[in-house]
């Protein structure tokens, strides 16, 4: 499906989207959710839901952080096009923001960065990531396909997303939108690639301070030591299920708004009876969103982070009938509902992390959807 006004008529309707620099991903309807209620239940569920589906027909769609919470997966047929998403989708019409309020306040989330040290110093955790939201209340309904367009156009290099997240037809429904930068796996066959991120530092619209930031991130200990959380666990995650496991020394990569430390890890699956959802099981939630070690970084996060997640930094994706599939972490992402975006972003926190410069990289994360619901 590439024509952009059937693009837009199929998002109204409910579709699930997915748009990479490669290929885009409509799944189309009829869309029962997998059964099993809870993200946990659904990822079981999901390969057996394809056992005998027509060719065409995936599972795709978003489990939450937390995954013991209702899941959004579905399954229906879709198309696959290659490239990015055409668009626009339809007439750009400007929404007007009537409210804007940062929840907590920027010093609000100081404070549970710095709650967050303290637990570090305790010895309960090594990181842990904490998040904020950015709610902007409109005049009238945000238009999902809109959003959708401006995201797409401003992050050529990210995976844009529209997933519904509740019954499509009823009266507030809820989106999980965003431009995600972070690969969480794609699985072809017995190949799997990874490519997790953290390390960050805001981007500089002056080219030289730009590069001095890329070089100070290439260079920080705080932020190696930050990425290096997030690569041990997916090495050690999917070592139970490989033959081979190789992760190089981290590389730079740029978002518009951001530069993150990234690591391209690939592997060779011991067995193709491994499904991309096996993976996705064993992986989520990495301490690029959770914490390490897990357990405990979930439970300070519950402590100290005082909101509901939803599907923010949770794992959006799809699986074909082969078990292959492609699922990212959905960072950089918003929940829409009528006339309201919740903007969401994290940071991770170790040993030497600076409240103040974790107020300024949330911020600057949050410009991927804020620019985005802004546009003019
Ligand atoms: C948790 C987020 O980003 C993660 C991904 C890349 C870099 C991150 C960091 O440097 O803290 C985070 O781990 C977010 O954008 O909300």
New binding site residues.
């Given amino acids: 499906m590439s024509d952009p006004e059937a693009v837009a008529r199929a998002v109204r309707g409910g579709a699930t989207v997915f748009s990479g620099e490669k290929s885009t991903l409509v799944q189309t309807g009829p869309r029962p959710l997998v059964p099993g209620g809870s993200g946990a239940e659904q990822l079981r569920r999901a390969t057996a839901a394809l056992d005998g589906a027509e060719r065409g027909v995936i599972v795709a769609g978003a489990v939450p952080f937390d995954l013991s919470r209702p899941g959004a997966l579905r399954l229906g047929p879709a198309d696959m096009t290659p490239g990015p998403l055409a668009v626009p989708l339809g007439s750009r019409a400007q929404v007007t923001v009537a409210r804007s309020r940062p929840v907590p306040s920027p010093a609000g989330y100081a404070d549970a960065v710095r709650a967050g040290l303290d637990r570090i110093r305790a010895g309960r955790v090594d990181k842990v990531?904490l998040?904020r939201t950015l709610e902007l209340e409109a005049l009238d309904d945000w238009s999902v396909p809109q959003l959708l367009s401006e995201l797409v156009a401003r992050n050529p290099s990210a995976t844009a997303l529209a997933v519904p997240l509740d019954d499509p037809a009823d009266p507030g429904a809820r989106w999980l939108v965003g431009a995600t930068p972070?690969l969480l796996l794609r699985r072809r066959g017995p190949s799997v690639l990874l490519r997790p991120?953290?390390?960050?530092i805001p981007r500089s619209p002056e080219p030289d301070e730009d590069i001095r930031r890329s070089d100070a991130l290439m260079n920080s200990d705080k932020?190696r030591r930050?990425h290096q959380f997030?690569v041990d666990a997916v090495v050690e995650a999917l070592s139970p299920f490989c033959r081979t496991v190789n992760a190089p020394e981290p590389e730079l990569v740029a978002t518009p708004a951001v530069w993150?430390l990234a690591t391209r890890v690939t592997a060779l699956l011991n067995d193709t009876d491994t499904t991309s959802v096996d993976l996705v099981a064993a992986l989520h939630p990495t301490p690029?969103?959770g914490g390490s070690p897990r357990k405990e970084a979930l439970k300070v996060i519950d402590e100290v982070e005082g909101l509901d997640r939803g599907c923010y930094?949770g794992a959006v994706g799809w699986q074909d009938v082969h078990g292959d599939g492609e699922w990212v972490?959905a960072?950089?992402c918003a929940e829409v509902r009528g006339r309201s975006l919740r903007i969401?972003?994290?940071?991770?926190i170790v040993e030497g992390s600076d409240p103040d410069a974790e107020v300024a990289?949330?911020a600057a994360?949050m410009r991927t959807v804020l620019d985005a619901a802004t546009a003019r």
Avoid: C, I, P, Q
Avoid at 197 to 200: E, F, T, V
Avoid at 344 to 348: E, H, L, Q
């Fill in positions: 990531v998040a972070e991120l953290a390390g960050s932020d930050e997030v993150h690029a969103v930094a972490v960072v950089r969401f972003a994290g940071a991770g990289e949330t994360k």
